[in-house]
């Protein structure tokens, strides 16, 4: 049984869910330094078992060389999954699914974005006009249309619930199966199945994207694949913008060979302000960012609540990033 002798922590917590975190780490000496605390952070960062991170992962925690655990307080671990890391054998964790369910919601604005052409009716709201177009009768809802989800993650699994109450098809893919839970969704599709992808791209009115950056992973809805995707389709991108070709999404929009994308992420990011995205009626952006869900850090809290009982007891940790998750570009 595994035991923790000393904690570092950098997480901008409030004074209350600090005490909760010290809590869970009853019985093991615990130091919170402040992120911007360099000189605290390496002089205590070479007698710590374990790291509890506000930001990504940076070259001052692994300067010393006790660290067996370190857990980064958010999602989308690209940045921190070094090869250091592996290396040195350290766990490496994070707080994926504390904003499932609000960043599901977030890909549903986007859809609905792209189904009600918001751009255009929110600029007839503006200029005090009653908008009413020949071509409007061509408009779809979302029920009774085909939805592709990339990436059956936390994020992947509170989207596919929520498509499904809209009455949509779904066609889901990931690395590996989904369990029995998930028996609405029709089309359930894994990386070892030939065509896999290809299948989906050519069935879906939506193609949503919430997989993790990875090196294989980079830039993986390329000319190809955008080449494959049924003419008209919807892109949505919640995950990260390198997993993205933006050149080639934006031949994509020019030819019509996609009707519309919505991007919480880009690449790059923040999106310059000379992009030619920005004044594109068949975009939608948000700048990274999804309102909070209630509480966000307490759902950090049973995470590594959690995660502490594993690593005690020598199981296998939540939100582990494993050696194939790295993102080396």
Same mark, same amino acid.
């Not at 655990?69 to 999954?81: E, M, P, T, V």
């Not at 290396?87 to 707080?95: D, F, Q, V, W, Y």
């Not at 919601?105 to 009716?121: G, N, P, Q, S």
């Not at 109450?165 to 894994?190: N, P, S, V």
């Given at each position: 049984?595994?035991?923790?002798?000393?904690?570092?922590?950098?997480?901008?917590?409030?004074?209350?869910?600090?005490?909760?975190?010290?809590?869970?780490?009853?019985?093991?000496?615990?130091?919170?330094?402040?992120?911007?605390?360099?000189?605290?952070?390496?002089?205590?960062?070479?007698?710590?078992?374990?790291?509890?991170?506000?930001?990504?992962?940076?070259?001052?925690?692994?300067?010393?060389?006790?660290?067996?655990?370190?857990?980064?307080?958010?999602?989308?671990?690209?940045?921190?999954?070094?090869?250091?890391?592996?290396?040195?054998?350290?766990?490496?964790?994070?707080?994926?699914?504390?904003?499932?369910?609000?960043?599901?919601?977030?890909?549903?604005?986007?859809?609905? %974005?792209?189904?009600?052409? =918001?751009?255009?009716?929110?600029?007839?709201?503006? /200029?005090?006009? &009653?908008? !009413? *177009?020949?071509?409007?009768?061509?408009?779809?809802?979302?029920?009774?249309?085909?939805?592709?989800?990339?990436?059956?993650?936390?994020?992947?699994?509170?989207?596919?619930?929520?498509?499904?109450?809209?009455?949509?098809?779904?066609?889901?893919?990931?690395?590996?199966?989904?369990?029995?839970?998930?028996?609405?969704?029709?089309?359930?599709?894994?990386?070892?199945?030939?065509?896999?992808?290809?299948?989906?791209?050519?069935?879906?009115?939506?193609?949503?994207?919430?997989?993790?950056?990875?090196?294989?992973?980079?830039?993986?809805?390329?000319?190809?694949?955008?080449?494959?995707?049924?003419?008209?389709?919807?892109?949505?991108?919640?995950?990260?913008?390198?997993?993205?070709?933006?050149?080639?999404?934006?031949?994509?929009?020019?030819?019509?060979?996609?009707?519309? %994308?919505?991007?919480?992420? =880009?690449?790059?990011?923040?999106?310059?302000?000379? /992009?030619?995205? &920005?004044? !594109? *009626?068949?975009?939608?952006?948000?700048?990274?960012?999804?309102?909070?869900?209630?509480?966000?850090?307490?759902?950090?809290?049973?995470?590594?609540?959690?995660?502490?009982?594993?690593?005690?007891?020598?199981?296998?940790?939540?939100?582990?990033?494993?050696?194939?998750?790295?993102?080396?570009?």
């Amino acid at each position: 049984m595994r035991t923790i002798n000393k904690v570092l922590s950098t997480v901008n917590y409030s004074a209350e869910d600090l005490e909760a975190l010290r809590t869970i780490f009853a019985g093991s000496e615990f130091v919170h330094v402040d992120n911007a605390d360099t000189a605290g952070i390496l002089r205590e960062v070479k007698t710590a078992d374990v790291a509890v991170l506000e930001a990504d992962l940076d070259e001052r925690f692994l300067t010393g060389d006790t660290l067996r655990w370190i857990h980064c307080n958010h999602a989308g671990l690209a940045k921190s999954a070094k090869p250091q890391v592996f290396e040195k054998g350290i766990l490496l964790t994070g707080s994926a699914g504390r904003s499932a369910e609000v960043l599901a919601e977030h890909a549903v604005y986007f859809m609905l %974005a792209a189904c009600y052409h =918001t751009h255009d009716l929110i600029n007839a709201q503006y /200029s005090h006009t &009653w908008l !009413r *177009r020949p071509e409007m009768s061509a408009w779809r809802g979302l029920y009774g249309r085909k939805a592709g989800i990339i990436g059956m993650g936390h994020t992947g699994k509170a989207l596919a619930e929520r498509l499904h109450a809209f009455g949509m098809e779904l066609w889901a893919y990931d690395r590996f199966a989904l369990d029995d839970r998930f028996d609405f969704i029709e089309h359930r599709l894994t990386a070892d199945e030939p065509d896999a992808l290809d299948t989906l791209y050519a069935n879906c009115d939506f193609i949503c994207i919430t997989i993790a950056l990875t090196d294989q992973t980079y830039r993986m809805i390329n000319e190809e694949a955008f080449g494959k995707m049924k003419s008209g389709a919807v892109l949505v991108n919640m995950a990260r913008g390198q997993i993205v070709d933006t050149d080639a999404m934006l031949r994509a929009l020019n030819t019509g060979k996609i009707a519309c %994308a919505g991007l919480d992420v =880009t690449d790059p990011e923040p999106l310059p302000a000379d /992009s030619p995205l &920005w004044d !594109r *009626r068949d975009v939608y952006i948000t700048p990274h960012f999804t309102p909070a869900v209630p509480h966000r850090n307490g759902r950090c809290l049973e995470i590594i609540r959690e995660n502490v009982r594993r690593y005690k007891a020598e199981e296998p940790l939540l939100n582990q990033v494993k050696p194939e998750d790295r993102f080396t570009r």
